[in-house]
């Protein structure tokens, strides 16, 4: 077997064995050989996908659009369920993402780690990253789901164990939204399944199956609002986002970054590559709903989020707030909107920036309380006199957020924006006003935090901990997120050619323009005119 070919196993495997270890024989191993294991465990993920992105193009399979394709033996076969790796232009960026993050959040956990329990914390974190990257390398519907499972278990035993004072309500109102979020996309994976007669669970052989025999409109319509209102409880979709704040806010901050940064786009990613590529007729139904939820992310979230004066929770909630360009990315490939797959193409761009920016933002949010004792506004203030880079990554990552030219935050903003003109004017303004609204708190964060006068708590914590700037480990996690923002940000193509070519193959028609509206079996009929996220925006 050739190396393209053992890479992804590899990926998902290494993290997975070393958490074994670290599980079973972990407190009888000396402590430098338990932290080497575990960054071995966290950089080697990211080592491949670093490498399998660079050399993706000299793999990819013209005929199924992925690369790195192998079929190991696992699974069901009775069943049609197999073990199917590989990776496409949409979720390239995403596993690449999972190995970015899972550094960062691994050199954050070995050095800033709780000192009790060590192999513990360490070999529950790789359990998560091991998960995370069989999501996104998952070419088999019912392995996309079960790894998506497989990571949330140590999730909730990591916010149970380390979380903060609110740690036990975090976790158990986690636990029931992402329990009943999961039963419900599950029913729609099942009656995709059932409904395509493929026989397979695997998504090439759906995608074949659906082009052969389009489902009719009533199947399409139930099957995607399943889809929908699964996963939307998974991504946070308002108003099913409660349980996301207070469980980012309780986690320790690797478990915020991984869960934040990364598995929360299990969802999204789930209907792109199910819901909008599989079900375009039942997109084009849910399409007026989805937009107005996806707006309530925007502003409601927003204005929510602009009300926080700690700032954890603040940036909590702004993870939320961000969930709704995405989702409008995928309403603007229906006909409702008829934006075309510009759309999808600068959601998964925005899911890869975004996921970078929160997991910095936490990281320096940490590095903000190790500091002042405290995440509450009103007790910092001067941060910059103690901590001058720390202030200036927490700077680079605030315009990251909001979404400033030379952060690949802003080249999935404008895709999206772009991909929605066909909107009536207000609702593009309701849209857009993510921007101001990021501007507001992320700013006045900034100014709480690091500028003005010191707060009297603040010089009394100082006088008893004398505060020094951000420590290696902490400049290497963050320096580690900023470049991949910085170097997307300014040569989007890396991103932007690969999944033009998935676009094309695999999104080359939007929805129908007219929905039957009595839902009979009529199959979709090929649509009009269609744009590339790169011809629409990267490429200006």
């Given at each position: 077997m050739s190396y393209s070919c053992t890479q992804l196993p590899l990926a998902i495997g290494f993290p997975f064995?070393?958490?074994?270890?670290?599980?079973?024989?972990?407190?009888?191993?000396?402590?430098?050989?338990?932290?080497?294991?575990?960054?071995?465990?966290?950089?080697?993920?990211?080592?491949?996908?670093i490498v399998a992105w660079i050399r993706f193009?000299?793999?990819?399979?013209?005929?199924?659009?992925?690369?790195?394709?192998?079929?190991?033996?696992?699974?069901?076969?009775?069943?049609?369920?197999?073990m199917t790796l590989g990776l496409n232009g949409i979720s390239m960026p995403l596993f690449v993402l999972a190995g970015i993050v899972g550094a960062a959040a691994g050199f954050q956990a070995i050095n800033n780690g709780p000192d009790e329990n060590k192999p513990l914390y360490f070999g529950l974190l790789l359990f998560i990253l091991s998960g995370l990257l069989g999501v996104f390398a998952s070419v088999d519907v019912f392995f996309f789901y079960f790894f998506h499972e497989f990571a949330l278990i140590p999730t909730f035993i990591l916010i149970l164990c380390w979380g903060g004072l609110g740690r036990r309500t975090a976790a158990i109102q986690m636990a029931v939204y992402l329990t009943l979020g999961a039963m419900i996309s599950l029913a729609g994976i099942i009656m995709l399944y059932i409904k395509t007669g493929s026989q397979s669970f695997d998504l090439i052989a759906l995608k074949q199956a659906v082009a052969t025999a389009p489902l009719d409109a009533c199947s399409q319509s139930m099957i995607f609002g399943l889809l929908l209102f699964g996963f939307g409880i998974l991504v946070s979709l308002f108003p099913f986002h409660s349980w996301a704040p207070p469980a980012y806010t309780e986690a320790p901050t690797p478990?915020?970054?991984?869960?934040?940064?990364?598995?929360?786009?299990?969802?999204?990613?789930?209907?792109?590559?199910?819901?909008?590529?599989?079900?375009?007729?039942?997109?084009?139904?849910?399409?007026?709903?989805?937009?107005?939820?996806?707006l309530g992310n925007i502003v409601i979230i927003g204005l929510v989020t602009m009300s926080q004066r700690?700032?954890?929770?603040?940036?909590?909630?702004?993870?939320?707030?961000?969930?709704?360009?995405?989702?409008?990315?995928?309403?603007?490939?229906?006909?409702?909107?008829?934006?075309?797959?510009?759309?999808?193409?600068?959601?998964?761009?925005?899911?890869?920036?975004?996921?970078?920016?929160?997991?910095?933002?936490?990281?320096?949010?940490?590095?903000?309380?190790?500091?002042?004792?405290?995440?509450?506004?009103?007790?910092?203030?001067?941060?910059?006199?103690?901590?001058?880079?720390?202030?200036?990554?927490?700077?680079?990552?605030?315009m990251a957020s909001i979404g400033l030219p030379g952060f690949a935050n802003f080249w999935g903003e404008l895709g999206i924006f772009v991909s929605l003109g066909n909107l009536p004017p207000w609702q593009l303004?309701?849209?857009?006003?993510?921007?101001?609204?990021?501007?507001?708190?992320?700013?006045?964060?900034?100014?709480?935090?690091?500028?003005?006068?010191?707060?009297?708590?603040?010089?009394?914590?100082?006088?008893?901990?004398?505060?020094?700037?951000?420590?290696?480990?902490?400049?290497?996690?963050?320096?580690?997120?900023?470049?991949?923002?910085?170097?997307?940000?300014?040569?989007?193509k890396l991103i932007t050619d690969p999944l033009d070519k998935v676009l094309k193959q695999d999104f080359s028609t939007t929805a129908p323009a007219a929905l039957p509206p009595d839902?009979?079996?009529?199959?979709?009929?090929?649509?009009?005119?269609?744009?590339?996220?790169?011809s629409n925006s990267t490429h200006r």
């Open positions: 064995i070393v958490s074994l270890l670290l599980l079973a024989v972990g407190r009888w191993l000396p402590d430098f050989l338990g932290k080497i294991l575990a960054y071995a465990g966290f950089l080697l993920p990211a080592v491949i996908g193009g000299e793999h990819v399979n013209p005929e199924t659009g992925y690369a790195y394709l192998v079929t190991l033996p696992f699974g069901l076969k009775s069943l049609g369920i197999a478990v915020s970054m991984l869960h934040a940064g990364v598995l929360k786009k299990f969802g999204l990613y789930g209907l792109i590559q199910l819901g909008a590529m599989l079900l375009p007729l039942g997109l084009e139904r849910w399409a007026p709903l989805l937009l107005w939820l996806a700690h700032l954890k929770e603040m940036i909590s909630y702004s993870s939320v707030m961000h969930m709704g360009p995405c989702f409008l990315g995928i309403v603007a490939y229906s006909a409702y909107v008829g934006g075309g797959s510009a759309g999808i193409g600068a959601a998964v761009m925005m899911m890869f920036a975004h996921g970078l920016s929160v997991a910095l933002l936490f990281v320096l949010c940490q590095g903000v309380y190790k500091r002042a004792g405290t995440f509450e506004f009103g007790e910092i203030g001067g941060l910059t006199k103690n901590a001058p880079v720390l202030a200036g990554f927490f700077i680079a990552a605030t303004a309701l849209a857009v006003s993510s921007i101001v609204i990021s501007a507001i708190y992320g700013l006045r964060a900034v100014a709480n935090v690091f500028f003005g006068s010191q707060s009297e708590p603040l010089k009394n914590h100082l006088a008893t901990h004398p505060a020094r700037d951000i420590t290696i480990s902490e400049r290497l996690a963050s320096i580690i997120l900023l470049a991949a923002l910085v170097a997307v940000g300014f040569y989007p839902c009979q079996d009529k199959p979709s009929a090929p649509p009009a005119a269609e744009t590339t996220l790169a």
